[in-house]
């Protein structure tokens, strides 16, 4: 007879976007099966490793375990990849779920295979990406989401995940440090906070910022409206200080609160505009309205921000760009393509904002 799987351990290390995208998932996960919530008499504990920076995305799941990765000291290394199949194996895991995929948790899963423990772990699709990008006999066609192969991980562990009525927490209560910050709360029906990040890991993922400038000014004209600028680094911040000017109803809250309380000001955003970057999967795992600008990235390579509309995504031009998309994760540049994104007018953007606005609450 099978074992029964009582507990399981899931891996995600890196990077924020991508461990913010599991968070619907282990959310339902443990809404469904987990050990206080199931219906069955299955409950599962489960036990989420990852970065010790990314603890907050979990904070408010009941019942998951976070275990905290130690990349710089215990967990360094190979010898440290065995110390930590040594710490998780203590915990008397049934199951190992490795939603990552690289070498680190290769290492780890293995382990667990020597020692009779069933493990998963997730396809990344890398064919049919690469397929995607590619600029000769380009196959332009939606890969599954990310999402979708994580859920496919617990299904092959025998947990069918049902995500089509997905619950967020509720919105977060901000602390007099935020509020003194960023000013009323909590605030009126008409006024409505717009979340601004206009920053991503490569530049080929990045609005123009003299195009940024022009759908800042167009929403601050209207003074019921509050834009709240995210980034973090020295040079986003002064970048951002420029953004909002002089400005009273824009306000650059990067590297002015601590991770937390940025989570628990995004939850209270009624719209999140963002790159195709970490803070889109950080709104969309809070139940916040993203909407997302696409450059050398495109939504079919399986990252589009969960539970959102497609017409949220505002992409370039392919007929002027065909060859888009040219990178997975933007870090591949193509000569001519680095005035794609110009094809997304600010007009455009502002437009696609504001009718999340207007149907806020309604």
């Given at each position: 007879?099978?074992?029964?799987?009582?507990?399981?351990?899931?891996?995600?290390?890196?990077?924020?976007?991508?461990?913010?995208?599991?968070?619907?998932?282990?959310?339902?996960?443990?809404?469904?099966?987990?050990?206080?919530?199931?219906?069955?008499?299955?409950?599962?504990?489960?036990?989420?490793?990852?970065?010790?920076?990314?603890?907050?995305?979990?904070?408010?799941?009941?019942?998951?375990?976070?275990?905290?990765?130690?990349?710089?000291?215990?967990?360094?290394?190979?010898?440290?990849?065995?110390?930590?199949?040594?710490?998780?194996?203590?915990?008397?895991?049934?199951?190992?779920?490795?939603?990552?995929?690289?070498?680190?948790?290769?290492?780890?899963?293995?382990?667990?295979?020597?020692?009779?423990?069933?493990?998963?772990?997730?396809?990344?699709?890398?064919?049919?990406?690469?397929?995607?990008?590619?600029?000769?006999?380009?196959?332009?066609?939606?890969?599954?989401?990310?999402?979708?192969?994580?859920?496919?991980?617990?299904?092959?562990?025998?947990?069918?995940?049902?995500?089509?009525?997905?619950?967020?927490?509720?919105?977060?209560?901000?602390?007099?440090?935020?509020?003194?910050?960023?000013?009323?709360?909590?605030?009126?029906?008409?006024?409505?906070?717009?979340?601004?990040?206009?920053?991503?890991?490569?530049?080929?993922?990045?609005?123009?910022?003299?195009?940024?400038?022009?759908?800042?000014?167009?929403?601050?004209?209207?003074?019921n409206n509050k834009i709240l600028?995210?980034?973090?680094g020295a040079k986003e911040i002064?970048?951002?200080?420029?953004?909002?000017?002089?400005?009273?109803?824009?306000?650059?809250?990067?590297?002015?609160?601590?991770?937390?309380?940025?989570?628990?000001?995004?939850?209270?955003?009624?719209?999140?505009?963002?790159?195709?970057?970490?803070?889109?999967?950080?709104?969309?795992?809070?139940?916040?309205?993203?909407?997302?600008?696409?450059?050398?990235?495109?939504?079919?390579?399986?990252?589009?921000?969960?539970?959102?509309?497609?017409?949220?995504?505002?992409?370039?031009?392919?007929?002027?760009?065909?060859?888009?998309?040219?990178?997975?994760?933007?870090?591949?540049?193509?000569?001519?393509?680095?005035?794609?994104?110009?094809?997304?007018?600010?007009?455009?953007?502002?437009?696609?904002?504001?009718?999340?606005?207007?149907?806020?609450?309604?």
């Amino acid at each position: 007879m099978a074992r029964k799987i009582k507990h399981i351990a899931a891996i995600r290390l890196s990077a924020m976007g991508d461990v913010a995208m599991t968070v619907p998932v282990i959310r339902a996960f443990m809404e469904q099966f987990g050990s206080e919530n199931s219906k069955m008499d299955t409950g599962v504990t489960l036990t989420f490793i990852s970065n010790p920076f990314f603890k907050p995305f979990f904070d408010d799941i009941p019942n998951v375990n976070f275990f905290a990765f130690d990349a710089k000291n215990r967990h360094k290394g190979f010898l440290g990849l065995i110390r930590l199949f040594l710490d998780l194996k203590k915990l008397k895991i049934d199951a190992f779920a490795d939603l990552h995929n690289v070498l680190r948790s290769k290492v780890v899963r293995n382990l667990f295979i020597l020692n009779g423990i069933k493990v998963i772990s997730v396809n990344k699709g890398r064919a049919g990406k690469r397929a995607l990008i590619r600029s000769k006999n380009k196959i332009f066609t939606q890969q599954p989401t990310t999402i979708r192969r994580y859920v496919k991980v617990f299904r092959k562990l025998g947990f069918t995940i049902d995500l089509s009525h997905p619950n967020f927490p509720e919105k977060a209560s901000l602390d007099p440090e935020i509020v003194n910050l960023i000013g009323e709360f909590p605030k009126s029906r008409e006024t409505k906070w717009i979340g601004i990040a206009p920053f991503a890991q490569y530049d080929s993922k990045v609005y123009p910022i003299d195009l940024m400038q022009e759908v800042i000014n167009q929403l601050a004209e209207n003074k019921n409206n509050k834009i709240l600028l995210f980034g973090g680094g020295a040079k986003e911040i002064k970048i951002l200080n420029l953004l909002s000017g002089e400005k009273e109803n824009v306000i650059n809250v990067a590297g002015k609160i601590k991770f937390q309380q940025e989570l628990h000001l995004i939850s209270n955003l009624d719209v999140m505009l963002s790159m195709d970057s970490g803070n889109a999967h950080i709104a969309a795992m809070l139940g916040v309205k993203v909407v997302t600008l696409w450059g050398a990235t495109h939504p079919f390579s399986g990252f589009a921000p969960f539970n959102q509309p497609v017409e949220n995504t505002l992409l370039s031009d392919r007929e002027l760009f065909p060859k888009l998309p040219t990178s997975v994760y933007g870090n591949k540049k193509v000569e001519g393509y680095e005035d794609a994104m110009r094809t997304i007018s600010p007009e455009m953007v502002v437009n696609r904002v504001l009718n999340q606005i207007a149907d806020f609450g309604i």
